[in-house]
């Protein structure tokens, strides 16, 4: 296996680091947390001549949240920060839950959600919820810049929308629809520290009892993270009840795709994904009515 | 070309020429002569290489030196060096009989220390979580658990006193 | 003589501080890759790719080239003389330093380089020419043993490499007694030891030509003797030095072969020599516990009363027999440990397969061995209508029994152990009346302590210290 050997910029502005990455001309890579791109030279996978590391770029560690706009998380905010933040845990629960679920304590210190999504496993725990709340990522170019909505952002394992040039430098997830409720659910086979086997984010928009608005957005049983459109059908307009979670749980595993791998069997997978879906639509559920 | 990075580690300023794709790892090591960190997967899976950056744990296998430029480091040296007067989560290891292989030890320690910073009363489902990305094959982790307890309330008192 | 209490004691009965516990809490414990010696090499493997194939050439000229490569070694260049740990049973002894003509499982050791720094190392591997001739591989016990399997090993056409038989009475008469028999084929997976300090040695040459090793091992004298003899050198003169180690479990009870690549290229270059193991060598290629296919035949009177054990285990080796042999010996002797078999037969075979060497971990064919019992135990006891336990307390062994070819037992607990558990954890009491979704199961063990039967000879003591008693008079001046 080859040794990975790369020169390193830490500029200091998002102008600089879009320069470097074009004057680098695809052999670069911008590193975050780094956690991703270190496993990579690891394993004898990086390719890349230089890498670009975002930690001195102003601002890039910032949460920040305005109540017309909602929450924007920037490029070098760490999970481990996600997880706590006040906001993020009052008006966003499960983008904490999903943060806190992402790798182990360590990885959190250093990772980041805007890292978790560039590195466009299918498996990645910030993905579903951000999906399901409607989030869009900010791309910045030479050029200027452009937001994107999250659920065209991944093209496939490990490939983005990010384009040629292109730095994402943070997370915009709106404010949350009056009377909704959000919730993320894994599962993995140590629980704790391992990649997802399945996921599932949901957020739903209740008036009372009824659903008007369900979002269901799986991880790790198809190429990308998806979103379960029948399920979300099933559920729009009903009111919940056992037996809605069930059919809706059920069509949510039967859209998805999953492989078998190390981490389960597509089977298995399947199987979780009506588990899970039916866990996260109460929970979302029941933190609607509490608001 | 190599890179003049300028570090605090365990409290001394500490500058040195690294070439870009070094892991912090291999510069604690191999440069800088501090073993007590160790490496046990080189992929952020076991907890071995756990050091402290800016007082949060990270795992140094997957940090490139670089990186820490400027910042400050505690390895497991700077908690209390083996003539001194240990670091109460060191004697609390002791202790409650923590420690058997010891390559787990500095990570778990450091991963401790991580925990009782931010959180001083935790309890037992915080303790496990707090050391979730660290590995042991020996102890069976109970009496790992045990240590970092005590070494809770070991601190509390000390902050009592002080 | 006066006698002490308990309160009098300083050391029995006290919660005691292991020695070197304060340096491993500090991190000031010395583990092998954390040596550093003046002008040390670093060194790495080349491995195979190919689980079976012939060695047409290797050019290593590339390698040797690259700046900062200060020695490459093939098996041309060493000593071909074989090892292995049972060294009182020289045809067991399989394994060369490097692969000598053929690799045998993904992983085999072909070559090694030692460099100024372990990224130039890894970079000499890549340059290393390997030409080989790929061999159809077996990756299962069924296709070594089967007709036309290809051979791994030449002195075993079979690939069988260890065969231990065990007779004791008539077992079919046995059966022919028993009221119930039955007979059951379980298979056991692999398991890595996975220890967290991956193997390391680094070995410095004297100006005299004597080796210094530091290893993470086990065995230090294991170790030293064997290595001696692969180099061609005496024992006295190779100094094997055990550091801390971060966790074995029969793992690390070999000589290996960057123990003796380090030795041979310190020596070759005066220079120290390190090889450490990335944890995907050590996952990928490292020693695992045998996976085992154990069929067992076991006869009951109605009573409960065991009428006698017909075992038949075969061993998947792996492509060399590392301590293959003692799993082999082993896994039939705790065929009988525990319970009281008037008739027992037993016919072990350690199978070779293209795969990385099953050795010694934590048991070594008495976990697979006794999963095979304890489960039969079990089901048994459903079927014969008797309480696990009380199944296993009618069997147990007794102080006196003789476990035969085996020793005497000169005292045991297992009848006491039993009643303690049951006693303490409601077994019986939780096995009749269950509460839904839950269950409570027994399972039991037993190991020896100390040697087993002598497969390694030495003739010196393997100690420091000798402790002899006999009386002695003082005279004092």
Request: proline letters at 4%; charged letters at 25%.
């Amino acid at each position: 296996m080859s040794v990975a050997r790369f020169d390193y910029y830490a500029p200091e502005s998002i102008e600089d680091a879009c320069r470097l990455l074009m004057e680098q001309g695809g052999g670069a890579v911008v590193m975050a947390g780094g956690t991703d791109i270190l496993l990579k030279k690891r394993r004898g996978l990086l390719k890349a001549k230089a890498v670009i590391d975002l930690q001195k770029i102003n601002g890039m560690h910032r949460i920040s949240f305005e109540e017309e706009k909602g929450l924007t998380i920037g490029a070098m905010a760490r999970l481990a920060d996600v997880e706590v933040h006040p906001i993020i845990k009052d008006k966003y629960p499960a983008v904490a839950d999903a943060a806190r679920a992402t790798a182990n304590v360590q990885i959190r210190n250093m990772g980041t959600v805007a890292g978790n999504l560039c590195n466009a496993a299918p498996s990645a725990d910030n993905a579903p919820v951000l999906i399901a709340m409607g989030a869009e990522v900010t791309l910045a170019g030479v050029k200027g810049q452009r937001q994107l909505p999250l659920d065209e952002f991944f093209k496939g394992p490990g490939l983005t929308a990010i384009g040629e040039g292109e730095i994402l430098t943070s997370i915009h997830v709106p404010i949350a629809p009056e009377g909704s409720g959000v919730s993320y659910k894994h599962i993995s086979p140590r629980g704790k520290v391992d990649i997802s086997a399945v996921g599932v984010g949901v957020m739903l928009s209740m008036n009372g009892d009824v659903c008007e608005e369900a979002k269901i957005a799986l991880g790790a049983v198809a190429p990308i993270p998806m979103r379960a459109i029948k399920a979300e059908k099933i559920i729009k307009g009903g009111r919940i009840s056992a037996d809605l979670l069930e059919k809706a749980g059920l069509e949510a595993s039967q859209e998805c795709a999953p492989i078998t791998d190390v981490r389960a069997t597509a089977e298995y997978r399947k199987k979780m994904v009506a588990v899970l879906t039916i866990r996260a639509i109460d929970e979302a559920s029941s933190r609607a009515s509490q608001k | 070309m190599k890179h003049i990075i300028t570090m605090t580690v365990n409290g001394d300023p500490c500058s040195i020429a690294v070439d870009p794709w070094r892991t912090l790892n291999e510069v604690l090591r191999e440069d800088l002569g501090l073993t007590g960190t160790k490496l046990g997967c080189g992929e952020g899976d076991c907890g071995a290489c756990t050091v402290l950056v800016e007082g949060r744990s990270v795992s140094s296998c997957l940090t490139l030196a670089v990186a820490v430029d400027g910042k400050d480091i505690t390895t497991i040296e700077g908690l209390a060096l083996s003539g001194e007067e240990l670091h109460p989560i060191q004697e609390a290891f002791i202790e409650k009989g923590a420690i058997q292989c010891g390559f787990c030890t500095s990570g778990m320690e450091l991963s401790a220390l991580n925990l009782l910073t931010k959180n001083p009363s935790p309890d037992e489902k915080e303790i496990r979580t707090a050391i979730s990305g660290n590995l042991c094959r020996c102890t069976g982790y109970y009496n790992i658990v045990d240590a970092i307890g005590a070494a809770a309330e070991k601190m509390k008192k000390t902050n009592d006193n002080n | 003589m006066e006698t002490k209490t308990m309160n009098e004691f300083v050391t029995v009965g006290k919660n005691v501080s292991r020695t070197y516990v304060r340096d491993k809490a500090t991190g000031a414990a010395i583990y092998t890759d954390d040596i550093k010696l003046p002008g040390m090499l670093h060194a790495r493997m080349l491995r195979s790719p190919y689980a079976h194939a012939r060695i047409l050439n290797i050019d290593t000229s590339k390698a040797r080239s690259l700046q900062g490569v200060k020695c490459v070694i093939t098996s041309e260049d060493m000593p071909k003389i074989k090892f292995g740990n049972w060294r009182l049973f020289p045809d067991t002894q399989d394994e060369y330093a490097l692969a000598v003509n053929k690799v045998r499982f993904i992983g085999d050791e072909v070559a090694a380089v030692a460099a100024v720094d372990r990224d130039t190392a890894e970079e000499a591997l890549t340059l290393i020419e390997v030409e080989y001739e790929e061999l159809q591989a077996t990756f299962d016990i069924d296709q070594s043993m089967a007709e036309g399997a290809p051979i791994l090993h030449d002195l075993y056409p079979d690939n069988n490499s260890i065969q231990r038989k065990v007779k004791h009475g008539d077992v079919e008469q046995a059966f022919a007694e028993s009221d119930y028999v039955r007979e059951d084929t379980f298979n056991v997976h692999a398991v890595s030891a996975a220890y967290m300090e991956p193997c390391s040695s680094v070995a410095q040459c004297e100006y005299d030509g004597k080796i210094i090793l530091w290893t993470s091992t086990q065995t230090p004298y294991i170790v030293q003797c064997l290595l001696a003899a692969t180099l061609g050198m005496r024992e006295n003169d190779v100094r094997v030095i055990k550091p801390h180690v971060g966790g074995g479990f029969g793992g690390k009870m070999e000589l290996r072969k960057w123990d003796i690549c380090a030795a041979f290229m310190a020596k070759k270059t005066g220079k120290p020599v390190k090889f450490t193991l990335t944890r995907e060598e050590e996952l990928a290629t490292g020693r695992r516990r045998h996976p085992m296919r154990i069929y067992s035949k076991i006869g009951f009177k109605k009573d409960g009363t065991l009428t006698g054990k017909d075992l038949k285990i075969l061993l998947d080796g792996g492509a060399y027999n590392a301590m293959g042999p003692t799993a082999t010996f082993l896994c039939g002797n705790y065929g009988l440990m525990l319970y009281r078999y008037p008739f027992y037969r037993f016919h072990g075979r350690h199978i070779y397969t293209n795969k990385p060497p099953a050795s010694a971990i934590r048991g070594f064919g008495a976990p697979q061995s006794y999963f095979s019992t304890e489960s039969q135990m079990n089901m048994a006891a459903e079927d014969l209508g008797i309480d696990p336990l009380d199944l296993r307390l009618k069997n147990a062994v007794r102080e006196g029994d003789v476990i035969p070819e085996l020793s005497k037992i000169g005292s045991c607990g297992f009848a006491e152990c039993l009643e303690q558990v049951a006693k303490s954890s409601n077994f019986r009491e939780k096995r009749k009346h269950p509460k839904k979704g839950r269950g409570v199961g027994i399972g039991c063990y037993s190991f020896v302590s100390g040697g087993v039967f002598n497969w390694f000879n030495t003739q010196y003591p393997f100690s420091a210290a000798e402790v002899r008693a006999f009386k002695m008079e003082l005279f004092i001046f």
